[in-house]
């Protein structure tokens, strides 16, 4: 059963968290997108914060349980809250809000609930990680579709400046996360998706197929150009802003052919 497992708990991985939201941004609610991605950040640098502020063990750290090395790879870093869950329950609690629809609510608490599961059967993290991860995912899912984030006037220029200015007081040895969750939060405040999404079935698997291409062409290019350079704090946090700019902005802006103009 730890292969079933294993599957279920990398639901909760950064590649699936990337496919979703572009996908959802495109697809279903561009502005929802928009204001998912900086509530999903916020849960992301709240995260951060509290694990390494915390730096509490895991299960399998400190003797108390046995997880295979597999399993233990899913889970490096600290254990409390449980990231996998927090993040799982901001991003898919957050969609479910947002569309108000009881099959969309089926649908993210059986993910969530599986990827809670999880963590814990896998001996990566105590149950109360997992507790907290999901409130804590809970109360930036209901951010994500009630929260307001300014963005008239400099506003839209001047709050992700902000976050990513802090980088710039980051020690060298900070953990990637913090620049990560910055580079997140500067560029989805930034980004203004002003498209409707395609209303054809060919259209939505063009921009599907075309767009995650582009936006991981991005991913992996970005890191393979920057080299040594991502571990800088700031260059980690704008090759994140640049990454959500392209797939917000960028991207359908070159398949505006099938992206409908607001």
């Given at each position: 059963?730890?292969?079933f ?11 699936v ?27 992301y ?28 790879q ?51 993290h105590?149950?109360?990680d ?25 506003a ?13 007081v ?13 580079g ?8 203004r998706?002003?498209y409707?999404?395609p ?22 290019g970005l ?9 800088l ?24 052919r ?5």
């Open positions: 059963m730890e292969a497992w294993l599957a279920v708990t990398n639901l909760g991985r950064d590649e968290f990337i496919v979703v939201l572009a996908l959802y941004t495109w697809l279903v609610n561009p502005w929802g997108g928009r204001n998912l991605g900086v509530a999903f950040a916020l849960s640098l709240v995260n951060t914060a509290l694990k390494f502020g915390l730096d509490l063990p895991r299960p399998y750290q400190d003797g108390s349980a046995v997880a295979s090395a597999a399993a233990q899913t889970g490096l870093g600290p254990g409390l809250p449980s990231g996998h869950t927090q993040m799982a329950a901001t991003l898919w609690g957050g969609i479910a809000a947002q569309m108000g629809r009881s099959g969309a609510w089926a649908v993210a608490l059986l993910l969530i609930g599986l990827i809670a599961a999880s963590r814990l059967v896998l001996n990566v105590y149950p109360s997992v507790i907290v991860g999901l409130g804590l995912g809970a109360a930036f899912a209901a951010l994500a579709a009630w929260g307001h984030f300014a963005q008239a006037g400099a839209r220029w001047l709050i992700p400046a902000l976050f990513v200015a802090v980088t710039l980051l020690p060298a040895a900070t953990p990637r996360e913090y620049a990560v969750a910055l997140l939060t500067a560029g989805f405040w930034f980004v998706p002003t409707q999404p209303g054809d079935w060919t259209g939505r698997a063009i921009v599907a197929g075309l767009g995650l291409l582009m936006v991981f062409a991005v991913y992996f890191a393979a150009v920057l080299g040594g350079l991502s571990d704090p700031l260059v980690r946090a704008l090759r994140y802003a640049v990454l959500v700019w392209v797939a917000a902005e960028g991207a359908p802006l070159l398949l505006g099938w992206l409908r103009r607001g």
